[in-house]
């Protein structure tokens, strides 16, 4: 049996408290399951059925298919902005830009899991399994980081940029 699904969701949002709050994510999976109930067996000694001290190993069922192997994979990512609302009040006086007081916050997270499990049981009584779980976080693969600097001064940036030009 495979299985596949994909969902997104977009949200934009705005409230008193902040002016803006918006937010995507996307999830997708896949998936392999193959299980057998009930195996077909062979007996590969059944030659040992009329030797009295064999006769235990000529009744011995081999199975030779997996009862389970199954296999997924999932991909999921998110991402959201969040300002909030400036509150300035007639009295304010502080040189600091708005963009400085209140930032605009991102936040992002982009994630990676599979899994992966198989049980054989060769013989009624001998049980073998093994299953493995993955999960990874791709989030410094998935973000660019952008810094804006706001400066109430240009001139000293421009003079401070000139003096390293003229010392090269």
């Known amino acids: 049996?495979?299985?596949?699904?994909?969902s997104q969701a977009d949200t934009d949002g705005r409230s008193p408290a902040q002016e803006l709050n918006d937010s995507w994510r996307w999830a997708s999976a896949a998936g392999y399951r193959f299980q057998t109930r009930n195996p077909k067996t062979v007996r590969p000694f059944f030659f040992l059925d009329s030797v009295p001290l064999l006769r235990t190993?000529?009744?011995?069922?081999?199975?030779?298919?997996?009862?389970?192997?199954?296999?997924?994979?999932?991909?999921?990512?998110?991402?959201?902005?969040?300002?909030?609302?400036?509150?300035?009040?007639?009295?304010d006086t502080t040189g600091t830009p708005l963009d400085v007081?209140?930032?605009?916050?991102?936040?992002?997270?982009?994630?990676?899991?599979?899994?992966f499990q198989f049980q054989y049981n060769p013989f009624n009584f001998l049980n073998l399994s093994f299953d493995t779980d993955?999960?990874?976080?791709?989030?410094?693969?998935?973000v660019d980081t952008l810094f804006n600097v706001v400066t109430s001064d240009t001139t000293f940036l421009a003079c401070a940029s000139m003096k390293l030009l003229l010392q090269e």
Do not use: C, W
């Open 1 to 6: 049996m495979v299985f596949p699904s994909y």
């Open 101 to 115: 007081r209140f930032p605009l916050r991102e936040k992002h997270a982009f994630t990676h899991g599979r899994d």
């Open 57 to 91: 190993l000529g009744g011995l069922n081999f199975n030779f298919l997996p009862s389970l192997i199954s296999t997924s994979g999932t991909f999921n990512r998110q991402f959201s902005q969040t300002r909030e609302r400036p509150i300035v009040s007639a009295g």
């Open 134 to 142: 993955t999960n990874q976080s791709f989030n410094t693969a998935g």
